[in-house]
């Protein structure tokens, strides 16, 4: 194993007792960010000079694999932080924005998240309301921006320190910007009652008047939409990669109790039934992840040949086929999981009930399975049948 993947095997081992508790007690798990700082894993895949662990898609792949068997939770922060912030800024930031942002991102100074829904724009992010204009009495030497509006169902939205907010500007073309969170005028709030992933953030934020330098502009003006799609093939591929890590927990977690737990004089896995689920499960685990190392392999031609569209389009759609199943292999593999514990597994005390929940907003965020299936209809039919603009 690699110094990074053990790396994130002994964060993982240390964070589970205490994510057991913070699940258990409904709260925010305020270990997540130390241990991450402590072994190193605020950066994964931001390159070594800008103090990052500069891990390939793959090797990146296989740690969020490890994390998502800790939880689709703990997985959606690296999500969020690194596979679509980082990657983002990576991709599209300038050395400035890379020295202000990328560098302590990567050293854990700055938690980083990527807002673009909003209450009136979920599965159609152009609906969105959210404004910048030009402003006029900037005090900075280039000028700068005025953003006003509200982002909703934003991941590390009340704990970021900086956050990728896209708006339109005139002519309703969409920008990026990255928007530190430490101005006058935005106010967050953490979104409360939430069916799972208790342990980690999830908010919203407006912003009024909201002054942002022009050195914040993430790309050119109007190029938010293009930055945002591409963002959201890492994305997803980072939720398809954590999925297969949950799975294999599930997995893990039947086998054991089906092995230790007797009915009718014998161990439960020894009954056919139960032997059909352990075998489900597994086919969940080993065809998710073939899936997402096929994405993986798509995404990496495409990382090499960014100007590629060709490349783009394969990538964005095995990423999108991955993260459809996966997702989806991942909610009927704790399914399984939970029935194989029997009333146990309707009980938080254990993992698949977790699992269960936490995976649910799998088929929620980053493309609703309806949106995915739409895509992956209009990519075999052609752009001419699709769905939805
Ligand atoms: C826990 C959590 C964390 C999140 N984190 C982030 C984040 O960090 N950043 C961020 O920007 N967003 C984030 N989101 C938002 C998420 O991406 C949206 O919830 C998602 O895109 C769906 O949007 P919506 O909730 O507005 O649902 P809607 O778009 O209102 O959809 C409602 C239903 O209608 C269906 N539907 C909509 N349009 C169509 C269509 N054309 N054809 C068929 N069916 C359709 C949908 O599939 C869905 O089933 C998060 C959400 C959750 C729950």
């Known amino acids: 194993m690699n110094d990074l993947l053990e790396d994130v095997d002994r964060f993982c081992r240390e964070l589970r007792p205490l ?9 925010h798990n305020d270990m997540l960010i130390p241990l991450a700082r402590k072994y190193n894993l605020m950066g994964m895949i931001v390159p070594r000079e800008y103090d990052g662990r500069g891990a390939d898609n793959l090797t990146y792949a296989r740690a969020l694999e490890r994390i998502g068997m800790e939880g689709s939770g703990i997985r959606s922060f690296f999500s969020v932080h690194t596979s679509l912030a980082q990657r983002l800024l990576m991709r599209h930031g300038t050395d400035e924005q890379r020295e202000r942002y990328l560098r302590p991102s990567a050293r854990g100074e700055k938690v980083l998240a990527f807002a673009l829904t909003e209450p009136e724009a979920g ?5 969105m309301r959210s404004r910048y204009r030009e402003d006029e009495g900037s005090s900075s030497s280039g000028g700068g921006y005025i953003l006003n509006g509200t982002k909703y169902l934003i991941t590390n939205a009340t704990i970021a320190d900086a956050i990728v907010v896209f708006a339109k500007g005139n002519g309703g073309r969409m920008s990026a910007f990255i928007v530190d969170t430490d101005g006058e005028g935005m106010e967050r709030e953490a979104l409360v009652a939430k069916m799972g992933t208790p342990t980690t953030d999830t908010g919203m934020f ?5 002054r942002v330098a022009r050195e914040n502009l993430i790309g050119r003006e109007g190029d938010g939409w293009r930055i945002a799609k591409e963002a959201l093939i890492d994305g997803r591929l980072s939720v398809a990669a954590g999925c297969v890590g949950s799975i294999r927990d599930c997995l893990i977690e039947a086998v054991r109790y089906a092995r230790e737990r007797v009915q009718y004089g014998k161990p439960i896995a ?14 969940d685990y080993v065809a998710a992840r073939a899936l997402v190392r096929d994405a993986v392999r798509l995404k990496d031609a495409w990382d090499r040949d960014m100007g590629s569209e060709e490349k783009r389009r394969r990538a964005d759609s095995a990423v999108a086929e991955a993260k459809l199943f996966a997702v989806n292999a991942a909610y009927d593999a704790a399914d399984r999981a939970v029935q194989v514990f029997g009333g146990r597994g309707w009980s938080y005390l254990y993992r698949p009930a977790r699992h269960l929940v936490d995976n649910r907003v799998c088929r929620i965020y980053e493309g609703t399975d309806e949106i995915l299936k739409l895509k992956i209809a209009s990519n075999v039919l052609g752009k001419e049948y699709r769905a939805y603009e």
């Open 206 to 210: 407006e912003l009024k008047d909201y």
């Open 123 to 127: 599965s159609n992010p152009l609906e």
């Open 270 to 283: 020894r009954h056919q039934l139960v032997q059909e689920h352990i075998a489900m499960i597994r086919l």
């Open 19 to 27: 994510e057991d508790i913070a699940y258990l007690e409904r709260r």
